[in-house]
C-alpha cells in the first residue's frame, strides 16, 4: 500500500546535469588557455592542440562505459540507456577529474588508472571520495616517468608576474581546466540557487582555508598568492569536495567535514601541496559516516 | 509543486446506488433491516446520521448499508432561526459534538482557519472559499466570542491568490479574526507544521482548535440548521489527463461509484493526497476523514543507491531523518505525519512510505 505517484523532476542525471553544464565555462577558458592560445603562438603542434578535449572525451567515454558495465553487465538491469548512464555520478565524475588533470597527464595511463578506480568505486559502493583516489593514483603512477606538471608550454617558457586579479580570472598554473576560480565562484552561487549541490561545503571550506591561508601570512609570512592559487586547490575544495556520495548529509556534519578537509590541505601542503587537497579529501570523505552519526548522537 | 491557478466549479454527485455507514458498536445503531430511513435520520447515536433517504438492505457488525430512493425526504428538526452569536457556550459545544464528526471543547486559547489544501495537487479550500467565505468568517468569528478564545487566526497561503484576494475583501468586518499569510512550502496545510509556524511554539503546548473550511460549514450546519454533516467536498484528479474536479458528495458513497463517474478505468485509487495519501480499493467509502481522491498509475522507477545528498532530512517538516529511519529499524517514527515529502523530493527514487508507517485514516 506505499506506492509512489508523483515525484519531483530532481534525479542524478537533473543534478549531475547541472554541476556539468556550470563547468562549462570554465572548461571552454581551459580549452583557451591550454590549446587555442598555445597554438596561436605556436608552442604547440595540431596534436596538443586537442589534447585537453581528447583527454575530456576519453573522460566522459569511461565514465559512460563503466556505468553501462556495471548496470547491465554485473547487474544486469533492465533501465533504459538514459537511467543506466546516470545511475551514479560518475560522468561528473569523470569530467571534473579531467578538469585537474596536468597538461603532460599521459592519456594511456590516465585511461586505465581511472577506468580501474571507477570500477572498483563502483563495487565499493563509493566509500570514498573517487576523484580523489584516481588523481593520487594517476599523480604516484606518473611519478615513474617524471612529474606532473601544471604549467603550459608558454609559462615554462616565459617568467610571469601575477597579480591576485590575473591568478583570479585564471591566468596561473594548475589543472587542464581548473584555474579560473572567478568562473569557479559563479558556478558554485548557482549551484546554491539551483540547490544542485552541498554549497555549504564549498563555502565552508573556502571560508576556511582563505582564513588559514591569511594567518599563515600573519604568523610565518607565507605568501598568500602562492597558498591560494597553487594549482588544484580552491577548484578541489569548491567542486570535488562536495561530492554528494562521500559527503556528510547533516548540516552540522557539512560543516564539520568541511573545516576538517580545509585544516588538513592546509597541514599536508607543509609536505606535498600538489596532492594535500587530494588526501585530505581522500581522508576525510572515509569518515563522513562517522561524523554524521556523531553529529546526530550529539543532536539527540 | 505548481498549484493551478484557475476557477474549478463545484460538481454535485449526491445520488449513489447506496451509501455505506460504517461503525463498530451494533448495540447503538437505531435502525433495522429494511426500515425506510429519510435523509439525516439518525442511524448510531449520535455518531452517523443518514446520507439519503432509502431503505436499509443490510446491518452488520461493521456498517449499515442504505440503498438510495433518490426522493432525499429530509428528517425534519427544529432548526434553529435565532442568531448565531445568541447560543450559548454549552449549547455549542453540544450541537457541535452531537452534529459534526469531531469534538471540541469548551476552553481554547487559540482558533486557527486553515486555508490551506493539505496535499499539493488539492483545490478543495480555494474552491470553495468564494462561496463559502461570509459563513465560514461569521462561524469562526461566533466560535471566537462565544468560545472566548483570546487568539483567531484564518491562515492563507501567499500563492492562493484567489483566497488571499476572497479573504481581504471580505475580513474588514471581523476585527476580533487575524489573517496571517504564509509562504507556500509543502507540508504547509498539515496542521502538525502549520500550528507551530503560527504560533511559534510547540504544538503539544498549544491549546488550540484547529479547523478548516470543511469542518467549519460543519459547525454552521450544526449551530445554525441542527443538521449533521452527511456530505463531503472532495478534490477528485484524474492524474493522467489532469483532470480536476471539486465534487460534493454523499459520506458512505464507494469509491467505485466515484470512480465511475469521472469515467476511469483501471487506475489506482490514492486517497487523500497524491504526495502523502494511501491506495484505496474500489469497495472503500468516503468517510469525513477524506479530503481528496486521485486516479493515477504507479511510477515505476528502480530506486538507486541513496547519493547522501540529505534532502529528505533537510525538508522533513517535522525535522525527522528518513535516511537514518530507513537503516534503522528502531529508529522513533511517532512524529511522522506522513506528507511524503521525503519520498516525493529523493533523487535516488528511494520509496521511504514503507518505512514510515501508514499515516492516513
Known amino acids: ?300 | 509543486m505548481k498549484k493551478n491557478q484557475e476557477k474549478i466549479n463545484i460538481e454535485e454527485f449526491l445520488s449513489p446506488e447506496k451509501v455505506y455507514i460504517k461503525h463498530n458498536n451494533i448495540s447503538e445503531v437505531l435502525v433495522s433491516l429494511n426500515d425506510q430511513v429519510l435523509k439525516n435520520e439518525e442511524l448510531i447515536k449520535d455518531v452517523a446520521y443518514s446520507p439519503i433517504s432509502g431503505v436499509v438492505t443490510s446491518i452488520n457488525d461493521k456498517e449499515i448499508v442504505i440503498a438510495n430512493d433518490y426522493k432525499e425526504h429530509v428528517s425534519k428538526r427544529n432548526t434553529s432561526k435565532k442568531n448565531i452569536y445568541d447560543i450559548s457556550l454549552d449549547d455549542i459545544v453540544k450541537l457541535v459534538n452531537k452534529y459534526c464528526p469531531f469534538t471540541i471543547k469548551s476552553n481554547y486559547k487559540y482558533l486557527i482557519l486553515s486555508l490551506i489544501d493539505q496535499d499539493a495537487f488539492e483545490v478543495t479550500s480555494k474552491t470553495l472559499i468564494d462561496k463559502y467565505i461570509m459563513r465560514v468568517l461569521e462561524t469562526i468569528d461566533c466560535l471566537s466570542s462565544i468560545l472566548k478564545i483570546d487568539h483567531t487566526f484564518v491562515v492563507v497561503s501567499n500563492k492562493d491568490e484567489l483566497i488571499v484576494e476572497c479573504v481581504n475583501n471580505n475580513i474588514g468586518t471581523y476585527p476580533n479574526i487575524i489573517v496571517k499569510r504564509v509562504n507556500d512550502t509543502y507540508a504547509i496545510g498539515y496542521k502538525e507544521v502549520l500550528i507551530p509556524k503560527i504560533i511559534n511554539r510547540n504544538i503539544d503546548d498549544i491549546n488550540c482548535l484547529f479547523l478548516n473550511i470543511m469542518d467549519v460549514i460543519s459547525i454552521n450546519n450544526a449551530i445554525k440548521n441542527k443538521r449533521p454533516t452527511t456530505e463531503r467536498f472532495l478534490t477528485v484528479m484524474n492524474y493522467n489527463t489532469k483532470e480536476t474536479k471539486v465534487i460534493n458528495c454523499k459520506i458512505g458513497t464507494k469509491l467505485e461509484e466515484i470512480r465511475n463517474y469521472m469515467e476511469i478505468q483501471d487506475e489506482d485509487i490514492i486517497v487523500n493526497g497524491l504526495i502523502g495519501g494511501i491506495v484505496k480499493s474500489c469497495e472503500d467509502i468516503v468517510t469525513y476523514n477524506t479530503r481528496s481522491i486521485f486516479f493515477a498509475n504507479e511510477l515505476k522507477e528502480d530506486a538507486k543507491r541513496c547519493i547522501n545528498c540529505g534532502l529528505c532530512k533537510k525538508l522533513c517538516p517535522v525535522s525527522l531523518n528518513p535516511k537514518y529511519i530507513r537503516t534503522h529499524k528502531n529508529a522513533s517514527i511517532s512524529k511522522c505525519i506522513g506528507c511524503g515529502t521525503c519520498t516525493y523530493i529523493c533523487p535516488s527514487k528511494i520509496n521511504f512510505k514503507p518505512y514510515l508507517g501508514d499515516h492516513n485514516e
Do not use: W
Open chain 1, 1 to 300: 500500500m506505499n506506492k509512489v505517484y508523483v515525484r519531483e523532476n530532481k534525479s542524478i542525471f537533473t543534478i549531475s546535469r547541472m554541476r556539468i553544464i556550470l563547468l562549462i565555462p570554465i572548461i571552454l577558458y581551459g580549452l583557451y588557455k591550454n590549446g587555442i592560445f598555445l597554438y596561436q603562438k605556436g608552442y604547440i603542434d595540431l596534436f596538443h592542440l586537442f589534447k585537453p578535449l581528447i583527454l575530456l572525451v576519453v573522460s566522459i567515454f569511461i565514465g559512460c562505459l563503466v556505468n553501462i558495465l556495471y548496470e547491465y553487465v554485473f547487474k544486469h538491469s533492465k533501465d533504459n540507456l538514459k537511467n543506466v548512464l546516470f545511475s551514479s555520478f560518475h560522468i561528473e565524475y569523470a569530467i571534473i577529474l579531467t578538469c585537474l588533470l596536468a597538461i603532460n597527464t599521459n592519456i594511456i595511463i590516465y585511461s586505465i588508472v581511472t577506468f580501474v578506480i571507477f570500477m572498483l568505486s563502483k563495487f565499493l559502493n563509493n566509500r570514498i571520495n573517487t576523484v580523489a583516489i584516481t588523481f593520487l593514483c594517476i599523480y604516484f603512477i606518473s611519478l615513474i616517468d617524471g612529474s606532473l606538471v601544471f604549467k603550459n608550454a608558454y609559462e615554462l617558457d616565459k617568467t610571469l608576474s601575477l597579480t591576485f586579479f590575473d591568478l583570479l580570472i585564471g591566468r596561473g598554473e594548475g589543472g587542464l581546466f581548473s584555474t579560473n576560480i572567478l568562473l569557479l565562484i559563479l558556478s558554485i552561487i548557482l549551484l546554491q540557487v539551483t540547490n544542485n549541490s552541498k554549497t555549504i561545503i564549498s563555502i565552508t571550506t573556502l571560508i576556511t582555508y582563505v582564513l588559514l591561508v591569511i594567518a599563515g601570512y600573519f604568523i610565518f609570512k607565507y605568501d598568500i598568492n602562492s597558498l591560494l592559487f597553487y594549482p588544484n586547490i580552491l577548484f578541489a575544495l569548491m567542486y570535488v569536495s562536495t561530492d554528494s556520495v562521500t559527503s556528510c548529509y547533516t548540516e552540522k556534519g557539512e560543516v564539520i567535514y568541511a573545516i576538517l578537509i580545509s585544516v588538513l590541505t592546509y597541514i599536508i601542503g607543509f609536505y606535498n601541496k600538489t596532492i594535500s587537497v587530494f588526501v585530505a579529501i581522500a581522508i576525510v570523505s572515509l569518515f563522513n559516516s562517522v561524523i554524521d552519526r556523531i553529529v546526530l548522537k550529539n543532536v539527540k
